[in-house]
C-alpha cells in the first residue's frame, strides 16, 4: 500500500505535527528502551516520566490534565486490531516509523470496520504526531529492518485494567481504560477480545 508522510495534507483528517515542544531529551532517553523482536508496550515509564519536559507536555499538549509517558517498541508490519480513545495520542518518533491509521465515523452501524480503509503514514525519526481521538490506530509498523521506538503520551491511566466489566454495544469494546478495541480474527489477540475488522489484515512488509 502507498505510504504517505504525516507531511502530506492527507494526514490532517487523523492528526497533526506537533512543533511547539522540544521533545530532544525524551528522544534520547527513548533511545535506552528495548527493542524486542515482537512488540512491547508500557503505558507509564519513571525515567520518561522524570524528564523535565514531561510538564511542558502536560501543560502545552494536554492543558494541564495528568498524563502518562510510556513506549511502544518492537517489530511489527501487520494491522492486526485497531484502537481509539476518548483524548488525542501523541506519538514521538524515535526511529523511523509508520502509522496504519483509520477514521472513527467509518466504523459500521454493525460495530464492524473495513480495513480497505486504512491509510499508512510515515512517522519520521525525531517527529513527534499528535493522533486526533477520532482515529483508529494500533502498533506502529516498522520502518525497515531495525524495528521501532515509539514514546507514548496519553492522559493518565490509559490503557490500564479495567474495574468493571463492559458489555453490550460499544462498551463490549472497551479492554482497558480509555481504549477501545476492534480486532481482526487473524491478529493474534487473546481470545476473548473483540472483533471488528472485515478485510485484509493489512501487512506492509
Not at 75 to 104: F, I, K, M, P
Not at 165 to 179: L, M, Q, V, Y
Request: proline letters at 6%; aromatic letters at 8%; one cysteine or more.
Amino acid at each position: 500500500m502507498e505510504i504517505k508522510k504525516v507531511t502530506d495534507a492527507a494526514f490532517k483528517k487523523y492528526g497533526r505535527v506537533v512543533d511547539n515542544i522540544d521533545f530532544s531529551e525524551l528522544l534520547k532517553k527513548l533511545e535506552e528502551t528495548p527493542c524486542p523482536e515482537d512488540v512491547v508496550y508500557e503505558p507509564s515509564v519513571k525515567m520518561l516520566e522524570e524528564l523535565p519536559v514531561f510538564d511542558e507536555i502536560q501543560t502545552k499538549a494536554y492543558g494541564e490534565l495528568p498524563i502518562q509517558i510510556g513506549y511502544c517498541n518492537g517489530h511489527n508490519y501487520q494491522l492486526n486490531a485497531l484502537e481509539y480513545h476518548r483524548s488525542s495520542e501523541l506519538n514521538v518518533a524515535c526511529t523511523d516509523a509508520v502509522l496504519l491509521v483509520g477514521w472513527q465515523p467509518d466504523i459500521a452501524e454493525d460495530g464492524t470496520y473495513d480495513t480497505s480503509l486504512v491509510e499508512a503514514f510515515l512517522v519520521p525519526k525525531g517527529t513527534t504526531v499528535e493522533v486526533y481521538a477520532t482515529t483508529l490506530h494500533y502498533a506502529p509498523c516498522c520502518a525497515g529492518e531495525d524495528g521501532f521506538r515509539v514514546g507514548i503520551v496519553l492522559p493518565k491511566d490509559t490503557n490500564l485494567p479495567l474495574d468493571k466489566e463492559h458489555a453490550g454495544g460499544e462498551d463490549s469494546r472497551i479492554t482497558a481504560r480509555n481504549k477501545w478495541l476492534l480486532g481482526h480474527p487473524e491478529g493474534g489477540l487473546p481470545e476473548g477480545s473483540p472483533m471488528g475488522l472485515v478485510g485484509e489484515n493489512i501487512c506492509i512488509k
